[in-house]
């Protein structure tokens, strides 16, 4: 078992058959132990390990508990091996997928099965990580409106087995949790706070849970320059919604009892967050995409439709699409030119990710933001690039933004905690062109490879729209009213011109004002997840590593 001591050893009973059966600091691992082989005639032995770090639980084994399951070996175990414990531990199944399952092992004395459960606990109890007590908001009218079901029958059972304790508050209304974490919970009594819905409901937790850590440290959010307070409490999401690409992006499924677990055994994913400003106010964060053009357009007019269900999409996408609008304005960035990724790289964000472990220190980005008050100051504006142009899409994607629809996303080399944001212009085209790029987003070919299409990594950007800077500062602070934004051409319009303006989808939402400033927040916020695995460390558990064995003489 790698070089780590052993903390214990011991050959007992599990199932019909006689293990060995091994704890140190980092694994538990069991084997068909050598006589039991022999009686049985079974040949190669089949090891198995789990990492202590994914063990659930573990304790007395009740006797109803696996009097059934076990039928066949009662016998044997009741005669040699009367006293049984039983380790829950994470086991992986197929894409992503976690489940809890359970190994019970009888002992020969009551004494030994006591140890096996003191010392295994006492293994636990040094994971610090692992929360002990949450704050679980559900919104029971998200997606099919399952959240108190999914939660009540997949989640809490879970919890009580890790020993977690929750209180639940049921939402009532609207924002009813993002008020609820900005002004009243007592957070200091959390280890975490939970949100059972969809992306609407994570949008409402991250508000509220970044507005109180602002508030909490004396920082006014409303400063578009304001260096944010990370917030101390990790967020867990409990898929429940019928957008829950947060969840997807970070855990690689949607699955509620996947995303249990990974709340149980305290994984933290940090995230980057945009804050988006108009002028000097605070608008809203943003985690996935900001969209102007093409996706705001389809968002606002899917909204209208919302009666359609899901199908609005689709039929949006096609009005939108067939619109064909343009809209004319000014882009300016700071690039993010210390980052080791770029967005054309073809290097995935996944779990444990390079180039996420390679974030500018606070000192560094200090003092690229004092840099940058004192060029400001002195009327210059170096290391910002400025482009005027007439764009049918301006996005923003902060992560990869896949989905079914789009496997690869908007931006498929996108990183979840390094700071930036992937900055996509496309700019005006034929209708086929722009249709070439849309299908680029289902295929293998690279979506940014057009003379239409550039894409930049960035730390902060604006965007003025043409028809804005003609207006008063007065008119800019007015919130402009939905209907002016409508995209959309009439019968009588020809779609190749747009003299207006779009409005910007902001993780879902629609934003009042066109004119906006994105700075990048690195890592404001964490989550119960760890990325999305690659391939081989999903395999660790199904192969069982010859490095562990063979065994030493047990101790027991
Ligand atoms: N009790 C409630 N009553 C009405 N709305 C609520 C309630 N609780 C939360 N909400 C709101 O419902 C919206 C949608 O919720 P959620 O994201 O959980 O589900 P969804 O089905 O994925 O939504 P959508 O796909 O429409 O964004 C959220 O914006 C949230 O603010």
Redesign the pocket.
């Known amino acids: 078992m790698d070089k780590q001591a052993k903390l214990l050893s011991s050959k007992l009973l599990q199932k019909h058959r006689l293990v060995e059966v091994v704890l140190n600091r980092s694994v538990l691992a069991w084997e068909e132990a050598e006589e039991g082989r022999k009686r049985s005639n079974s040949g190669a032995a089949h090891s198995h390990t789990v990492q202590v770090c994914e063990i659930v639980a573990v304790r007395k084994t009740e006797d109803e508990d696996d009097a059934q399951k076990t039928r066949k070996s009662r016998k044997e175990a009741d005669q040699l091996h009367p006293y049984a414990f039983t380790v829950s531990y994470v086991r992986r199944t197929r894409q992503h997928q976690w489940r809890c399952a359970d190994v019970t092992f009888h002992c020969p004395s009551q004494e030994l099965c006591e140890q096996w459960i003191r010392v295994t606990n006492e293994q636990l109890s040094l994971l610090t990580d692992r929360p002990k007590s949450l704050l679980v908001y559900i919104?029971?009218?998200?997606?099919k409106r399952r959240?108190k079901r999914i939660y009540e029958q997949k989640v809490a059972p879970v919890f009580r087995r890790a020993g977690i304790s929750a209180d639940v508050i049921v939402?009532?209304?609207?924002?009813?949790?993002r008020d609820h974490l900005k002004t009243e919970a007592n957070l200091d009594k959390y280890d975490g706070v939970v949100c059972v819905?969809?992306?609407?409901?994570?949008?409402?937790i991250l508000h509220g849970l970044a507005s109180r850590t602002q508030t909490d440290h004396g920082v006014d959010q409303n400063q578009p320059d304001a260096e944010l307070v990370p917030c101390s409490l990790r967020i867990g999401i409990i898929p429940?919604?019928?957008?829950?690409c947060i969840c997807f992006a970070t855990v690689g499924t949607n699955d509620p009892v996947t995303s249990a677990l990974h709340i149980i055994v305290g994984d933290s994913q940090p995230m980057d967050v945009c804050s988006v400003h108009h002028n000097d106010s605070f608008l809203r964060f943003s985690v996935s995409l900001l969209g102007y053009g093409f996706y705001g357009d389809l968002l606002t007019d899917s909204e209208r439709k919302r009666w359609l269900g899901p199908a609005r999409y689709d039929l949006s996408g096609v009005k939108t699409f067939l619109s064909h609008n343009y809209y004319e304005g000014t882009v300016s960035f700071l690039p993010a030119e210390d980052n080791l990724g770029s967005p054309r790289d073809k290097l995935q964000c996944r779990s444990g990710c390079r180039i996420c472990q390679h974030k500018p220190s606070s000192n560094d980005q200090h003092g690229e933001m004092s840099d940058e008050k004192e060029k400001s100051a002195k009327g210059c504006s170096s290391g910002w690039t400025t482009i005027h142009g007439k764009f049918i899409a301006i996005n923003a994607a902060s992560m990869s933004c896949a989905c079914p629809r789009s496997p690869k996303g908007l931006s498929p080399s996108a990183h979840l905690a390094d700071g930036t944001t992937d900055l996509i212009l496309v700019r005006k085209c034929s209708r086929l062109d722009f249709f070439k790029h849309l299908l680029r987003h289902t295929n293998k070919d690279d979506q940014f490879d057009h003379s239409f299409v550039e894409v930049h990594r960035v730390r902060k950007f604006r965007f003025q729209p043409r028809h804005h800077e003609l207006l008063s500062l007065e008119d800019l602070s007015e919130p402009v009213q939905k209907k002016a934004f409508s995209p959309i051409c009439s019968a009588q319009t020809t779609c190749s011109y747009s003299a207006a303006h779009s409005s910007w989808t902001c993780d879902?939402e629609i934003l009042p004002h066109a004119a906006i400033q994105v700075s990048v927040q690195c890592q404001l916020i964490r989550l119960f997840a760890r990325g999305i695995e690659e391939q081989q460390q999903q395999q660790f558990v199904f192969e069982d590593p010859c490095t562990l064995w063979p065994l030493e003489q047990s101790t027991n």
Do not use: L, V
């Open positions: 919104n029971p009218y998200g997606g959240g939402t009532e209304r609207a924002n009813h949790a819905g969809g992306d609407g409901m994570f949008s409402e429940a919604g019928s957008t829950d879902g």
